[in-house]
């Protein structure tokens, strides 16, 4: 208890966080979209139903609520204010593809004319004190001034094989200044070159029309067709700006789909691997661990001939943008497993876990649009909040004074492992809810309102097993370990029928229910904790002392009271006997 409460001091976390019945919340209605412009599948409208609240879980929101209004309409209600990052989430399609790039592009448009024999010096701008590159600058021709030469510093990291002494990652061959074509000699001035795009090994004019007039700058940066897996080629630009530029490409037939991705989990940067940023680890099946076998097999062939080639970079596409265009340098993966990583700077814990948990789910069968976001206020308030405190300290308030007028001195004891109990869960409601986005509503609050009996029942069964030992006539202190071994048993059974009570309850039930089931179970966990290493040493340490160990009439351990109490109810229960007999 101790510790925790010193993790949550020195972190700021003194309060929990209240759910939406309690303190409110962002209430947002999605609107889903269709070709045809008619009403959807009542059977896609379910299953996004049910990827959403999987997603609202995932990102750690407790208490949001996910209901179906309409034939076309999502109601999402996520507790607390300002949560439209969240919300937008929850919405997002997350289609996953795995497309190799075959041109690569700054993401301005472009003329489609050939760039002339002859360079001239053509600066486009500036930003940030330095020349930007020229808008059709090309990876595949020339390193220099183009994207692909830094490629966001994104690497798709695994248990890379056949590792090969070339540059990892980046475009420009070592000694080469940036700026200098390719086979010149070092040491002689040179002029920036604006070589012409290569479209070699793409046979759709269209897809070069579009790309070459593709303004990555504007818009929300999905290009038209970008999103959809059954076309063969597609143009799709950056989704994230770095350092004032948005890279485009021109990618291929998608290889991999997001259905093939078992599982993903956001990882803390490694800086023992290199790894700045942090990452999505993604896990595919047996059918994706193949396909994506085969496309960095490609990539990496591709490398090997030409490392500035574009073919050499694998583009992950979300939702019609690219997420990240690592260069496959190291070698086929052929274990199953890749990553997604990024800048430091917009490639943060959030971004990652927010990106792991909309794509462990899978995508949604159907686009939606954000109809309406409001802010609404709690449905309850501080006044049933109020009387919810008011009947938990009444209830903790009989429960000690049973203690104490028919435990006495022991009762000290009861008193006191409540108080550890409850400090130990409310420490624990903090971090949860700082932690796992845990809050608490109402039913929460009943729920420990109801593990004060449980907790109590616990102390009570190893007090009466004690009471007995020393009716029997045993010393005190063999009488503390003796009832212990007997109680222990009972205690562990009884709590672990409330745990899987509660337990049961948590995964058939939904909404408030859940919550009262998720709280029960949590302090019946506490009450074994503190009966096992608070409540149960304090008596053996309590049994040494004068006033415990000599049996002082106001301990409540007073073997010699405890007999003729015994005495008495016996003789009372003959007496009753007899009568009846008569």
Not at 72 to 99: H, M
Not at 134 to 139: F, G, I, V
Not at 258 to 273: R, T
Request: charge should be positive; aromatic fraction near 6%.
């Amino acid at each position: 208890m101790v510790v925790l409460a010193c993790v949550a001091v020195l972190q700021g976390r003194t309060t929990p966080k209240l759910g939406l019945d309690l303190a409110g919340g962002t209430t947002v209605t999605l609107t889903a979209k269709t070709e045809s412009g008619k009403n959807p599948p009542s059977s896609q409208m379910n299953q996004a139903v049910k990827i959403m609240t999987q997603r609202v879980n995932g990102l750690g929101v407790s208490d949001a609520e996910v209901a179906k209004q309409g034939s076309n309409n999502i109601v999402v209600n996520v507790p607390g204010e300002g949560q439209g990052r969240v919300v937008s989430l929850i919405g997002t399609t997350a289609k996953l593809q795995f497309r190799q790039a075959f041109a690569i592009a700054d993401g301005k448009p472009t003329t489609g004319a050939p760039a002339p024999q002859t360079p001239t010096p053509t600066p486009t701008g500036k930003k940030d004190g330095k020349a930007s590159p020229s808008p059709s600058a090309s990876a595949s021709a020339s390193p220099s001034g183009s994207p692909s030469a830094t490629p966001r510093g994104r690497a798709l990291s695994q248990a890379l094989t056949a590792p090969t002494p070339t540059p990892s990652g980046s475009a420009t061959p070592s000694g080469t200044p940036s700026g200098t074509p390719t086979g010149v000699p070092s040491g002689i001035p040179q002029q920036p070159q604006q070589p012409q795009q290569d479209y070699s090994g793409i046979d759709d004019k269209n897809v070069i029309k579009q790309f070459e007039a593709l303004n990555c700058y504007t818009g929300d940066r999905r290009a038209p067709g970008s999103n959809d897996p059954n076309r063969k080629w597609v143009a799709a630009c950056d989704q994230k700006e770095e350092n004032g530029q948005v890279t485009k490409y021109i990618l291929g037939p998608v290889r991999v789909l997001g259905e093939n991705v078992d599982g993903a989990n956001a990882m803390p940067p490694d800086s023992q691997q290199g790894q700045a940023s942090w990452s999505v680890s993604l896990k595919f099946d047996g059918k994706g661990g193949r396909q994506f076998g085969e496309v960095t097999t490609e990539a990496y062939r591709a490398y090997q001939q030409n490392p500035s080639s574009p073919q050499a970079q694998i583009a992950i596409v979300l939702d019609g943008q690219v997420v990240s265009a690592p260069s496959i340098n190291r070698g086929a993966i052929n274990g199953g497993t890749a990553s997604i990583d990024g800048p430091p700077d917009s490639f943060n814990r959030q971004y990652a876990t927010d990106l792991a948990n909309v794509l462990k789910y899978g995508a949604l069968p159907l686009e939606f649009t954000q109809s309406s976001i409001d802010e609404v206020s709690s449905t309850l308030g501080a006044d049933q909040l109020e009387g919810g405190l008011i009947a938990g300290g009444i209830g903790l308030g009989l429960v000690v004074l049973y203690c104490m007028l028919y435990y006495r001195g022991l009762g000290l004891v009861a008193v006191s492992s409540l108080a550890v109990a409850s400090a130990i869960t409310y420490v624990s409601v903090v971090i949860l809810g700082e932690g796992m986005g845990f809050r608490l509503s109402l039913p929460h609050i009943i729920g420990l309102i109801v593990s004060i009996g449980i907790t109590a029942d616990s102390f009570i069964v190893y007090f009466e097993r004690l009471r007995d030992e020393l009716r029997a006539g045993r010393k005190l202190r063999s009488s503390v370990e003796n009832a212990w071994k007997r109680a222990r048993r009972t205690i562990l059974v009884a709590d672990a029928v409330t745990f899987l009570a509660a337990l049961v309850l948590y995964f058939l039930a939904v909404g408030g229910v859940r919550g009262f089931a998720f709280a029960m179970g949590l302090t019946t966990l506490i009450d074994v904790v503190v009966v096992f290493f608070f409540t149960k040493p304090m008596v053996a340490l309590l049994s040494r002392t004068d006033f415990f160990g000599r049996g002082h009439p106001l301990s409540g351990l007073d073997a010699k009271r405890l007999r003729r109490s015994a005495q008495n109810s016996a003789a009372s229960k003959a007496a009753r006997t007899t009568s009846q007999e008569v």
